[in-house]
């Protein structure tokens, strides 16, 4: 039956992760996959989460099956965060919300969803992109293209490049857009850029789907949705999945979502109706436990703060951790500018480094980053930093 089964080629970035376990090196340092880890190396267990999971310890509930889309209480604290609590949107019924196993889960509702809406839409998603965005709407049956976005000359956004393809993209083509800490290369449109991909949208008739598997981790929950304010105000209908994983460091619970802005109440409705039966034919109905910690949190005032504390300061030592790079390669005698890094945000930054380079990173000093140069500064630490920065000042040369 599996003799004519082919070996599938690995996720290359969890692949990273299976062989850095498997390195004896006692040096090593994991700058490959994107997981935020503390001062002392370590995955957090956030403390807000903490007090969540003893609250809800406290009061045990049977484990009956959830509703097809989700914690009612969960979707309704997803909605005021990524649209904030007074949205107009929200308040005329025209967003639809549904739990999902992640920010992937949510993708993929979503893609599915468009697949029956629109079999034969074409996706362009960024070039770079998140490893998993094209393998995801490809494995939706959709064909994947890319818009340019990366502009290594100018270590930015080749911005006009990728205003001119949305431009010549046929009407009804799904744009995925990441909508803040960019994924890899860490550079993110400007609220003006942002208006004038909008126009462009607009103007072409294109489907945007947003991305946000990092709000918090850029300037700030609200300044990192403030993207959302504006596809709202343009009045298009767009698609957003949101992400827990990084801002709660609850990767393994999968707790995620996926939203939808229509036209009208009448239409979220039958919009929802549609989501569910996406859902029903993959996995029935999502899981418990990591949604009722997250709504725990997003609706008791103190846990609350504790969590946008705790958020505020994994943003900070992520920033933090930025300038000192920049810092220590200068002292380590890298003389071009390296101010770049400090302008990228989120956990990522594109280093620049070729894949030769990266490789002896890996292979000389047992520190493991993507071979596009990709790197987490969310795993620097004041501990490994200097060995880092030795490292790639070496290979630099
Ligand atoms: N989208 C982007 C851009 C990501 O970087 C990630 C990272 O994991 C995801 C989606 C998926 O998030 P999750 O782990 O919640 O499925
Ligand atoms: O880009 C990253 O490193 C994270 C984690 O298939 C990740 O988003 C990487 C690959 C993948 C799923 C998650």
């Not at 999902?100 to 629109?118: E, H, I, Q, S, Y």
Request: proline share 5%; aromatic share 8%; glycine share 8%.
């Amino acid at each position: 039956l599996f003799a004519s089964v082919d070996m599938a080629p690995r996720d290359p970035i969890l692949g990273l992760n299976e062989q850095f376990q498997a390195d004896p090196n006692p040096n090593k340092v994991n700058l490959g996959v994107g997981v935020y880890t503390d001062e002392n190396g370590k995955l957090p267990l956030l403390a807000c989460v903490k007090e969540a999971e003893n609250v809800l310890a406290e009061i045990p509930k049977p484990r009956g099956y959830l509703p097809i889309d989700g914690i009612a209480a969960y979707d309704k604290a997803v909605q005021s965060l990524v649209f904030g609590a007074d949205s107009e949107v929200l308040r005329a019924g025209r967003v639809v919300t549904v739990q999902a196993l992640g920010g992937t889960g949510g993708l993929k509702v979503g893609a599915d969803f468009l697949k029956r809406l629109n079999p034969s839409a074409r996706v362009l998603i960024s070039d770079p992109s998140w490893e998993n965005h094209r393998a995801l709407f490809e494995s939706a049956g959709f064909d994947v293209g890319n818009y340019p976005y990366y502009d290594a000359a100018a270590r930015g956004v080749a911005f006009e490049a990728m205003l001119g393809a949305l431009n010549q993209a046929q009407a009804g083509t799904v744009i995925v857009l990441h909508a803040c800490c960019h994924n890899p290369t860490g550079y993110d449109l400007t609220p003006a850029q942002w208006g004038q991909v909008i126009a462009v949208v607009q103007a072409r008739g294109l489907v945007p789907f947003l991305d946000m598997a990092y709000q918090g981790f850029g300037e700030g929950i609200a300044e990192d949705g403030a993207v959302i304010q504006q596809f709202v105000a343009s009045g298009l209908d767009f698609f957003v999945s949101t992400s827990f994983s990084k801002s709660f460091s609850l990767y393994g619970e999968r707790v995620g979502a996926l939203s939808v802005v229509c036209e009208s109440k009448e239409e979220a409705a039958r919009v929802l109706s549609q989501l569910k039966r996406v859902i029903r034919t993959n996995y029935s109905n999502p899981p418990t436990h990591g949604a009722q910690v997250v709504t725990t949190v997003l609706s008791t005032p103190a846990l609350r703060a504790q969590w946008e504390q705790e958020l505020a300061n994994m943003r900070e030592r992520i920033r933090s951790m930025r300038a000192a790079l920049v810092d220590r390669l200068k002292a380590h005698g890298v003389a071009t500018d390296l101010r770049f890094i400090t302008r990228q945000k989120g956990m990522f930054s594109y280093s620049g480094l070729t894949p030769q380079q990266m490789e002896r990173l890996r292979a000389e000093y047992g520190i493991y980053g993507v071979s596009t140069g990709r790197i987490c500064v969310a795993a620097l630490n004041t501990h490994n930093i200097d060995y880092v920065a030795k490292a790639m000042a070496a290979i630099m040369r």
